[in-house]
């Protein structure tokens, strides 16, 4: 297998899934899950191509994840903490908008952008792809909800988001953690297979990212560990070996469940990378 790692460009990986252990039978591709062995970086290789991933997205929007799934809306709440009522914002892979007119309702000064032209509506979302969408003014908030692991070329995509941002401006990701508890833990096998999803070119860890940051240059970084999922999400899995929509969040209980999870196992189902541009 002639691998070569994205990351570090080093040959040395090992597998841990094949296209049937992948989400969706890997929609029938000959792909696989690969850790390097050098840097630790998990990824799908070999990667998809343009015509595949055009193929693949043309459906994204009809799959289902599972029996019973219903698409909820998505509000990342904690969003205003980091940004100012006076900030100009963009939202990249905004999808149908849901924080953008959040953001909106509020006073934010955001706009939205995704590859998918079914969700523009000419106000909030409009439809570009990140490497396409010509940056007219510099923004003083750029911030990609769960997008980048689907981002092909992550150091040209990140380039650009730092060309974007004023001096001093701010950005922020949001992406799965390949260390999720259920994979790291419980080593949940129903989870594993779930967790290997098609549309992920990359599955990052705390190390990788900031691995892939410490490429970028002109940021002031940190990562943050944050657990969506709390105790019956998990006991779900251990139970039954399958997701569900409903989430319901137990007070206190699942507050120091996470704080556990993410303090004194250092695992997390999610990483929040923060990052402001140097003067």
């Known amino acids: 297998m002639s691998?070569?790692?994205?990351?570090?460009?080093?040959?040395?990986?090992k597998v841990l899934a094949n296209a049937d252990q992948i989400r969706f039978g890997c929609y029938g591709y000959d792909k696989k899950i690969i850790e390097c062995c050098d840097c630790g970086l998990v990824q799908l290789y070999p990667q998809w191509t343009k015509k595949e991933l055009e193929d693949m997205y043309e459906k994204y929007s009809l799959k289902k994840d599972f029996d019973g799934y219903k698409p909820?809306?998505?509000?990342?709440?904690?969003?205003?903490?980091?940004?100012?009522?006076?900030?100009?914002?963009?939202?990249?892979?905004?999808?149908?908008?849901?924080?953008?007119?959040?953001?909106?309702?509020?006073?934010?000064?955001?706009?939205?952008?995704?590859?998918?032209?079914?969700?523009?509506?000419?106000?909030?979302?409009?439809?570009?792809e990140f490497?396409?969408?010509?940056?007219?003014?510099?923004?003083?908030f750029i911030y990609a909800i769960h997008v980048l692991e689907h981002v092909e070329e992550p150091i040209s995509f990140l380039n650009k988001i730092v060309d974007g941002l004023a001096d001093g401006g701010k950005c922020l990701l949001e992406i799965p953690n390949v260390e999720d508890p259920l994979l790291t833990l419980y080593k949940n096998k129903a989870y594993e297979k779930f967790a290997w999803y098609p549309y992920h070119?990359?599955?990052?860890?705390?190390?990788?990212?900031?691995?892939?940051m410490g490429k970028i240059e002109g940021l002031d970084v940190k990562i943050i560990r944050k657990q969506r999922y709390g105790v019956l999400n998990h006991l779900r899995w251990l139970i039954k070996g399958k997701p569900g929509n409903i989430n319901f969040h137990i007070p206190f209980i699942d507050d120091i469940y996470k704080i556990v999870l993410t303090k004194v196992f250092k695992v997390s189902d999610t990483l929040v990378v923060f990052a402001q541009k140097k003067y």
């Open 131 to 140: 490497e396409e969408f010509e940056i007219w003014k510099q923004f003083d």
């Open 72 to 128: 909820v809306k998505t509000i990342t709440r904690y969003l205003p903490t980091y940004i100012s009522k006076k900030d100009f914002v963009l939202e990249i892979g905004c999808g149908r908008g849901d924080n953008v007119k959040w953001l909106k309702g509020k006073g934010y000064d955001v706009i939205g952008i995704d590859r998918d032209p079914s969700v523009q509506d000419y106000n909030n979302v409009l439809n570009y």
């Open 201 to 212: 070119i990359y599955c990052y860890s705390a190390k990788t990212i900031k691995d892939l």
């Open 3 to 13: 691998f070569k790692c994205n990351l570090c460009e080093k040959h040395n990986g």
